[in-house]
């Protein structure tokens, strides 16, 4: 008698992140279903010590882990550049829109080049996101790209509240800014 050994098909999924506190529950919750590879791309943050401080946590999570991660290149000036003339906005206004699309955008390209079946972000575990236009921007992507995308509320059934458990338990750094000079600015308001 031959026994045979089925593999599960278990597709592959390219999740962005801006810091390992809102990694924590994503990665979780969809590595039950999924391979996940974390991908840190995030130009927008300011200053660059912050960007650095972010990433340090977001590698020591890969590692303790056992995750796959991407880091993806820093140059704020890029993204400066692509939000100019919306510097006034408000948080929530259209340079946070603009800014969800550059990193969606970068983040869809690297899951096509490298042949994932999904794409995500864990922009949407934040209670102060607009998860429905982070979606939107998504699903954009996904017909430019053609790799589809994960539509995700990652703060339902309690994920923001789980996500900072983690975030604890793991001693991550925690930002009282999203991550621009401009998100800067309205925190010490």
Not at 23 to 49: H, K, M, Q, R, W
Not at 79 to 96: A, K, M, Q, S
Request: with cysteine.
């Amino acid at each position: 008698m031959q026994i045979y050994k089925l593999e599960k098909n278990i597709k592959k999924i390219l999740l962005h992140t801006c810091c390992a506190t809102c990694a924590g529950y994503p990665y979780f919750f969809l590595s039950e279903n999924y391979d996940v590879t974390l991908f840190y791309y995030n130009p927008n943050i300011y200053p660059e010590n912050e960007y650095q401080k972010r990433l340090s946590d977001i590698k020591r999570f890969s590692e303790n882990s056992g995750i796959n991660l991407t880091i993806g290149g820093y140059n704020n000036e890029s993204w400066e550049n692509y939000v100019t003339g919306l510097e006034d906005e408000p948080e929530g206004g259209r340079r946070c829109e603009k800014c969800f699309r550059f990193r969606l955008q970068e983040t869809a390209y690297e899951a096509k080049s490298n042949d994932f079946d999904y794409f995500a972000t864990t922009m949407s575990i934040s209670p102060h996101k607009n998860f429905e236009l982070i979606n939107t921007i998504g699903m954009s992507l996904e017909k430019s790209y053609g790799v589809s995308y994960f539509e995700s509320n990652f703060k339902k059934k309690d994920g923001f509240k789980k996500t900072m458990e983690i975030s604890r338990k793991s001693d991550f750094y925690r930002q009282n800014y999203c991550g621009c000079k401009y998100s800067i600015r309205k925190s010490n308001n």
